[in-house]
């Protein structure tokens, strides 16, 4: 068909002089859009095991009925579920999710499209238009649970004995839909037998269906927030059962268009490589990421660090000390001469699932992991002779209580709560005065406030040097990644005081000589809940996929540990307590308010360009309070994506299309704004 009749006519100019493609492979069916001296191709087909063989089918039908072959191509984009394995060596190319790609088909089918609703077979999208360029706002996606998707509604047709274009159909024929009580899939066989078995007409149970995946759609598009202009995608677009859920919980009209609403994708990947085209944009993608650090600068440390936990494993003339919290004073143990592990590695499926045996199944897979590692026998974890806990979540708690019960011996501490009040400085002072003299009972020796005070000054200097490494980060080229940051904060929990500033300063002096020469890279900060040693997918997608840098962290083992101070001088019990109870505060601590700021002003020391904001589910500390962090980082213009994770992998997909999402965002606002050369 001409051009002209599908895409709106002052967009046609985007398409003048190339040839282009765009490939969108869908976790259900595969899609292609070829355009070509002013016509417009399309094709689609189940997508096969091998996706790259679904899009070379597609293609070759395209070029049969365009009479076009590679030599022709003058850009390709590749987008969809499975774009990851996609590979077009003929031609430049670029991967670029399907969000944007979206955005991008559904502005140029209708321009008065504002929000997008993307159902697919594995996920669910809203995502919110800016309707002058067709780029994206906003978006937000459903979690791992397949409710509000096209597998769902599959599961359901299966369990009615009714095709997916049969379930839509019977459902407009009900005047009385069922009530579904769930969504989830693992529940929904037991509910639909149920209510056949009750009497209930197939047409009911069938619109039931698609009124609670539409509601489960809704609720996630309210989270955007719904603007006039809704544009119905993706693949069950084409369900008329699920395109009268969605308008009657909307109360709106989908925006009509003048193609099958599945293609948009591919229209929009199109679209993207016409306007690379003609940009002559090369390598724009994640897989020509910014060359990273090539890290022989930190390890030297990492070495270091790994020697040190076979050298605490064989160690067997003195105990060895544990504890969970950056609120444990480690001058203490120091000062006791006890060597000390912090516990805080992130396990793998295994041990997870083994540490759900001792705790409940709603617990963090931090806490999960702790106990998994000891119930497994970790090496490390084994040679641990006491705990020492400062309760600040519940499920730190109830970790030292079960550790105490099954594991080793565990002393629990209470932190308190209410950090600028007198009285709980004086309290801490007295537990921490607690700690010291159960130290001592396992060094077996007393511990001296002078050699306290000696220390409080030596890990004052480790923490300084520290904090001018992170500072590097600030250059507009930074000489070390996330990654790198984070390795060396690991070294903080197992290295001796002297050994650690040794190397430090090392790494320090190495790092200060690197130049600053390279281009600007889109600057992170990671932001939420802790990130254990060993948890490093996100910042692997983010640094080494994307191309972007973690800059800084906002969590309790990035760089708030590199800023804490402790006076010299005095009493050092009450030093020790006013220095930990004064950094950065956990999100269990009060008042909110100056966690929220701290991290703020953090996001903006580094020049930020955007915050992932992660958390482990179920963390009663930062998944509660999320939402209050999110309404102050929009005050100061700074844009963030949420993140639920666990230790899982089976996320991983969706969580870099997220990724990838965020990062084209704050690409395309950078270049508005002439912030960065992208």
Not at 22 to 51: E, H, N, W, Y
Not at 359 to 375: A, E, H, P
Not at 420 to 448: M, P, Q, V, W
Request: charged letters at 25%; hydrophobic letters at 40%; aromatic letters at 8%.
């Amino acid at each position: 068909m001409q051009l002209s009749q599908v895409i709106e006519s002052d967009a046609l100019r985007l398409f003048l002089g190339s040839t282009v493609l765009g490939v969108d492979i869908g976790s259900r069916t595969g899609k292609a859009a070829l355009f070509k001296d002013g016509r417009f191709f399309v094709a689609q087909t189940p997508t096969g095991f091998d996706m790259q063989s679904t899009a070379d089918e597609l293609i070759a039908e395209l070029f049969d009925d365009a009479k076009a072959s590679w030599e022709d191509i003058d850009y390709a984009v590749g987008t969809g579920y499975g774009r990851v394995t996609l590979r077009f060596e003929k031609v430049p190319y670029e991967l670029v999710t399907e969000i944007s790609c979206h955005a991008m088909g559904a502005h140029l089918l209708n321009k008065e499209t504002r929000t997008i609703i993307d159902i697919g077979g594995q996920d669910s999208k809203a995502i919110k238009v800016n309707t002058e360029t067709g780029k994206v706002e906003g978006f937000i996606m459903n979690d791992k649970c397949a409710a509000g998707t096209g597998r769902f509604l599959e599961k359901a047709a299966t369990l009615l004995e009714l095709t997916i274009d049969q379930l839509g159909e019977e459902s407009v024929l009900s005047d009385n839909p069922a009530a579904i009580g769930t969504q989830c899939v693992v529940f929904a066989e037991s509910e639909i037998i149920s209510l056949r078995a009750k009497g209930y007409a197939i047409r009911d149970i069938a619109a039931g269906v698609h009124l609670a995946t539409a509601k489960r759609v809704v609720t996630l598009l309210n989270r955007l927030g719904v603007e006039p202009g809704v544009f119905f995608s993706g693949g069950v677009s084409n369900n008329i059962g699920m395109r009268k859920a969605i308008e009657y919980e909307l109360n709106t009209r989908n925006l009509p268009i003048k193609i099958d609403a599945i293609h948009t994708g591919a229209l929009g990947a199109a679209a993207l490589a016409a306007q690379a085209f003609r940009e002559g944009a090369e390598n724009r993608s994640g897989a020509a990421a910014l060359a990273v650090s090539d890290r022989r600068h930190i390890s030297e440390v990492i070495e270091r660090t790994e020697a040190r936990k076979r050298e605490l494993i064989r160690q067997e003339d003195k105990p060895l000390a544990a504890y969970m919290c950056s609120y444990t004073p480690l001058e203490i143990f120091s000062a006791a001469d006890i060597p000390a592990i912090r516990l805080f590695t992130a396990g793998n499926t295994e041990e997870v699932a083994s540490g759900e045996v001792i705790t409940q199944s709603v617990f963090c897979d931090f806490v999960k992991s702790i106990l998994g590692k000891f119930q497994m026998q970790d090496p490390l974890y084994k040679r641990v002779d006491k705990i020492f806990g400062f309760y600040t979540c519940d499920c730190i708690k109830k970790v030292c209580e079960a550790t105490d019960e099954f594991f080793a011996p565990t002393e629990l501490y209470v932190l308190p709560r209410m950090k600028n009040r007198t009285d709980s400085r004086e309290f801490y002072r007295e537990e921490i005065l607690n700690f010291r003299d159960d130290a001592e009972k396992l060094s077996g020796h007393a511990i001296s406030d002078e050699n306290v005070a000696s220390q409080i000054k030596l890990y004052n200097e480790i923490r300084e040097t520290l904090e001018e490494i992170s500072a590097l980060r600030k250059r507009p080229d930074p000489p070390l990644t996330g990654e790198d940051f984070l390795d060396l904060m690991t070294a903080y929990y197992y290295l001796p005081p002297d050994r650690l500033l040794r190397s430090y300063k090392k790494a320090l002096k190495r790092l200060s000589s690197v130049p600053d020469t390279g281009r600007r890279p889109i600057r992170i900060m990671m932001a939420g809940g802790i990130v254990a040693e060993g948890d490093r997918r996100l910042i692997h997608l983010i640094e080494k996929h994307m191309g972007a840098r973690v800059v800084t962290e906002d969590h309790c083992t990035g760089v708030k540990i590199a800023k804490t101070r402790i006076r010299e001088g005095g009493d050092p019990y009450a030093a020790l307590a006013e220095g930990y109870i004064d950094q950065s505060p956990c999100a269990r601590m009060k008042p909110l308010s100056d966690r929220i700021r701290y991290s703020g002003d953090l996001a903006e020391e580094y020049a930020v360009d955007g915050v992932v904001y992660a958390y482990l589910k179920f963390c009663p500390c930062y998944g509660q309070t999320k939402h209050k962090f999110f309404q102050y980082y929009q005050t100061l213009g700074i844009p963030v994506l949420e993140l639920p994770i666990d230790y899982s992998k089976s996320d991983e997909g969706q969580m870099k299309t997220r990724l990838e999402a965020f990062v084209e965002v704050l690409k395309e606002g950078l270049v508005s704004q002439n912030k960065a050369a992208i």
